[in-house]
Nanobody, 127 residues
Framework: VQLQASGGGLVQSGGSLRLSCTAS????????IGWFRQAPRKDREFVGA????????LYADSVKGRFTISRDDAKNTVYLQMNSLKLEDTADYYC?????????????????????WGLGTQVTVSS
């Protein structure tokens, strides 16, 4: 059971990136999926999450209005569209599978409560 985040890279401030979270060995369709990030010398933090049905999303205040999470269960993939990127968005980004939005919302401080974590992808925003 493995999740993998991809799509990171170097982008200028104000630019956009789309990250993907894919799964191998299991289907994502029964899980809520969350995105997290960890900047150098900082704790991991919650970015946002999408419910298993895709009907509900939740975002951290720091990304609200700029980031959008969506899912395509036919492709077994969840996306994180990041627009208007800022220098402070620079971090390693991870996805994780959980039972609910609430579980994912506190996943950064209760990582053991989540069902699976993915390998991260690095996002660097330059000025």
């Amino acid at each position: 059971v493995q999740l993998q985040a991809s799509g990171g890279g170097l982008v200028q401030s104000g630019g956009s990136l789309r990250l993907s979270c894919t799964a191998s060995g299991f289907s994502l369709e029964s899980y809520a999926i969350g995105w997290f990030r960890q900047a150098p010398r900082k704790d991991r933090e919650f970015v946002g999450a999408i419910s298993w049905s895709g009907d509900s999303t939740l975002y951290a205040d720091s990304v609200k209005g700029r980031f959008t999470i969506s899912r395509d269960d036919a492709k077994n993939t969840v996306y994180l569209q990041m627009n208007s990127l800022k220098l402070e968005d620079t971090a390693d980004y991870y996805c994780a599978a959980g039972g609910s939005l609430d579980t994912l919302r506190v996943g950064a401080i209760r990582p053991w409560a989540l069902d699976a974590w993915g390998l991260g992808t690095q996002v660097t925003v330059s000025s």
